[in-house]
């Protein structure tokens, strides 16, 4: 029998709109941390201070730089094989493909428009980790470069030595501009299209420059994803995919020009985004566009112009910082110029640059990220469900705020002990001294704690 | 090429995501959710028992309680008037079911109804969905709305009843009808204010101060509604995702971006924050005080005579949302 209770109707209206209560909808945010953000930058600071003493004693001769071992894996042979390299390449030219057709025919909305995603999301962060990972593997996929080797001349020019990397260190920071500043991602027709012309103007570079040659120092994307690489315990070595040490592939990089640039647009444009999501910049933002729009400027214009001023301070403090450290180190003699300790050095910032990306970029890989699953099941929305997850929802309890924040501490100290060990070694070839070696590493040291506290306080600001 | 070839006949044929598709389709299919919504979604009158002439009170002593009535406006005039709620049980939990409402000045006056009050689906496309949404502990998946008439101005009582395990939940509720003279807000038919919103550009670039949704939504903060209405039709939703202080106010701002993405060349999307420097206890914007407006979130769907076609109060699902904007198409 069914159980029947009154119904009493003359209660007071249940007028949920509007109760004196607080938010309903309030998220969790990082919370109960067992000791302050801030202590986190004096620990790491510490843990930095920690190993350059156990460096400096411990490790007395360079152990990088005189190349490294290499052990073919397992089936390397295969993976490494032209073959592999030529399927890869097709994946590579058909995404490209997908996502320049998905920005012009799919939805004008970027949030629901598979191109941003896959470009600022799963190409741009995502290569990052896969790169420090497993290796090289843009150079596979490269859709510039598979196009690129079809394309009847390998070089009409040679190559200006001066030049560099400066064209990548360029190409970064305008795409980075696309990315921070210029509001294009939400439009994914005019996103494309900017793809679409950097394809054309790869393209015309490759049959200058060479394939090859344009690869290693001007393609922006492939010089950016090599230089991650280098991290990786996984090289390719005359067509055989093989282990090596982490990190010792960084030794080995050319300082060409531009490389020093390229790090400090790298790591500048990462310090930049960061900023930018905390409360001091976007205060301060307010009061230049203030500035901006007195001298004339339209406020629509204002913010755009705003972002670029924060953007190339980004860089150049990073350039002065690491020049600072640099004239430190060259301060202690050893006869040795400025330019090239500075070139000496780059390499170590590398990791540095990891580290910034993978904490900055972390959770935005990680959940934002998981947007590319139901995207790609309907690239072009056209309302198709190609891999059954057009309906898959963002899984937000992946990772929760404190074990988020965790991560990125442990990547940022970890990633400048990186730094602190390439440093070292390098000091140790440079400087016939031992001593010396160590004394102008106490400038390295200054820089790391640096880099370090400034990757935490951005951060903790964007956790604010 | 074939595939290019195919992908662009596609899009010229008008693909996109303008086909007509389940609403209920991105609820949880866990414990049968989906089901229940979109059963919930189709209620007929004959599903309810009819009034036979008896007293609300009676109507409701036929019935099985326990559940709460959560209304998601509370501006109601003599009338046609939306009637929009959730029904919660005493665990707190959202209830479905088809459900239908009965009204009456009193509970012992002669009941009115039953009316229908289809399920409107709140849960959006999964690209549209804000952090806010996805953090839900208890998904609002789908709010009730029917279409009730008031005859005179004053209290009223209202009798929700939801299908439930073969029997049916009634919860009561009470609102207050006013004269639609009475009723400061712009109505149907009126011009709308020609209020300044906030948006990216008048915030110098400081997007979280317009918009608590997490992540914001730039692309509903383009453009001033002074500078589009009587030009071009708008949709000017009212809304706040953080500091919304109702447990059934819904996702309407995603929705909203879900329908931007759907008719963005044909109308102008604005979402507009509800309280100064997002602090409830400052009080609310200025928009929302030209549009008098004291409670949220409020849709206004305003033709490009500049005329309001639909307004809309408390939660509204995507259906209700659509049905809006087309008034003004």
Known sequence: MRRRSAVPLLIAASLLALPATASAHGLVQRSNLPIPEWLFGWAAAIVLVISFVALAALWPKPRMEAGHSFKPIPGGALIGSRAVEVVCGAIGVALLVIVLLAGYVGSGVALDNFAPTFILI??????????????????????????????????????????GRWPAALGLLIFTWIELCSGWGEDPALLVTAALGYTILTLVAQVVFGVETWTRYGETFAVYFNLFSRISPFETRDRVVGVRPPLSGLPQLDPVPGTVGLLCVMIGTVTFDGLSQGRLWKDLAVDLTDVVTSIGIPITEAPRIVSTIGLLLGVAVVALFYRAGIAGAHSVGGGLSSERLRRAFVHSLVPIAMVYVAAHYLTFLLFEGQAIRYLASDPFGQGWDLFGTASAAIDYSLLSQNGAWYAQVAFVVLGHVAALILAHDRALVLYDNAKLAVRSQYWMLAIMVGFTTLALWLLAQAGT | MAVIAAVIAL????????????????????????????????????????????????????????????????????????????????????????TAVYIAPNPSAKAQGPFPAPADVLVTDPAFKSRQAAAEGDLFAAVYGADVKFSKPGNWSVLTVTQSNGGMLAAPTQVKVIKPSQDDIPAVGDAAPKVETDTVASAKGDEESIDTRIPTAPELHQESFADVVGKKPVALLFATPQLCQSRVCGPVTDIELQMKAKYGKDMTFIHQEVYKDNDPNKGLRPPLEAFNLKSEPWLFVVGADGKITQRLEGSFGIKTFENAIKTAL
């Open chain 1, 122 to 163: 799963t190409f741009w962060v995502g290569l990052v980790f896969a790169s420090a990972i497993f290796g090289d593997v843009f150079r596979a996929f490269s859709p510039w470069r598979a196009i690129g080797r079809l394309l009847p001349s390998q070089g009409l020019r040679p190559y200006p030595e001066k030049l």
């Open chain 2, 11 to 98: 899009a010229g044929c008008g693909g996109g995501s303008s086909g007509e598709k389940d609403t209920a389709r991105n609820v949880p299919e866990s414990g049968g959710l989906r089901e229940k919504v979109r059963e919930a979604g189709a209620p007929a009158a004959s599903d309810f028992p009819a009034v036979d002439g008896r007293s609300l009170q009676q109507v409701a002593d036929s019935m099985q309680g326990g559940p709460e009535v959560g209304l998601a406006g509370q501006t109601f005039t003599t009338g046609d008037n939306r009637l929009a709620f959730g029904v919660i049980d005493p665990q707190g939990k959202f209830v479905y079911g088809k």
